[in-house]
T-cell receptor, first 114, second 113 residues
Framework: ETGVTQSPTHLIKTRGQQVTLRCSSQ?????VSWYQQALGQGPQFIFQYYREEENGRGNFPPRFSGLQFPNYSSELNVNALELDDSALYLC?????????????FGDGTRLSIL | GESVGLHLPTLSVQEGDNSIINCAYSNSASDYFIWYKQESGKGPQFIID?????DKRQGQRVTVLLNKTVKHLSLQIAATQPGDSAVYFC????????????FGKGTMLLVSP
């Protein structure tokens, strides 16, 4: 069974740039959620994709957007990067976004904004 | 919004001791809870979960207790090992059309040999 994989592992960008982060879900999982984890904090929910549609969204501005593909992999896009966007971005997959199923996380992408 | 909080930011124990990590939650609509372990440089790793219709669940060396009356969750680790050193998060899950996890800040568990 292949777990959740994310790429790249590290990324450095400057303010105003755009970034795309990628996630491959665990085999058999159709739901992907994205989280932002600031240093010393717990992860914060950004949004969730279920069967290629956004299924729920946290308190993040529209410059955070995403996609889910037919194979259930997903992308997180962030436009107009700000210094506060520096964080670990985590992707989690689960079997079903509307039931009590544990979310399994990848090791994240560390994004640094200069 | 409502969030999950932890009482102790750091817990130091000796190898072989039992560890107890506590968590308070505030959202009465939460009906599913998960404990995660996060090691440095890695993503959160699923440890154990519990639904709100249960008050106790056991896994390998771990037990989760849920007290809905006082909105309290705990993770007990038996015979703690150095490899258990990590940050532990409890997360609450409210399913309302979609499932999202709300995390607290975490508790650092330090296990001394």
């Amino acid at each position: 069974e292949t777990g959740v994989t994310q790429s790249p592992t590290h990324l450095i960008k400057t303010r105003g740039q755009q970034v795309t982060l990628r996630c491959s879900s665990q085999s058999g999982h159709n739901t992907v959620s994205w989280y932002q984890q600031a240093l010393g904090q717990g992860p914060q929910f950004i949004f969730q994709y279920y069967r290629e549609e956004e299924n729920g969204r946290g308190n993040f501005p529209p410059r955070f957007s995403g996609l889910q593909f037919p194979n259930y992999s997903s992308e997180l896009n962030v436009n107009a990067l700000e210094l506060d966007d520096s964080a670990l971005y985590l992707c989690a997959s689960s079997l079903d976004g509307t039931d009590h199923q544990p979310q399994h996380f990848g090791d994240g992408t560390r994004l640094s904004i200069l | 919004g409502e969030s999950v909080g932890l009482h102790l930011p750091t817990l130091s124990v000796q190898e072989g001791d039992n560890s107890i990590i506590n968590c308070a939650y505030s959202n009465s609509a939460s009906d599913y809870f998960i404990w995660y372990k996060q090691e440095s440089g890695k993503g959160p790793q699923f440890i154990i979960d519990i639904r709100s219709n249960m008050d106790k669940r056991q896994g390998q060396r771990v037990t989760v207790l849920l007290n809905k009356t006082v909105k309290h969750l705990s993770l007990q680790i038996a015979a703690t090992q150095p490899g258990d050193s990590a940050v532990y998060f409890c997360a609450e899950n409210e399913v309302s059309g979609y499932s999202t996890l709300t995390f607290g800040k975490g508790t650092m568990l330090l296990v001394s040999p």
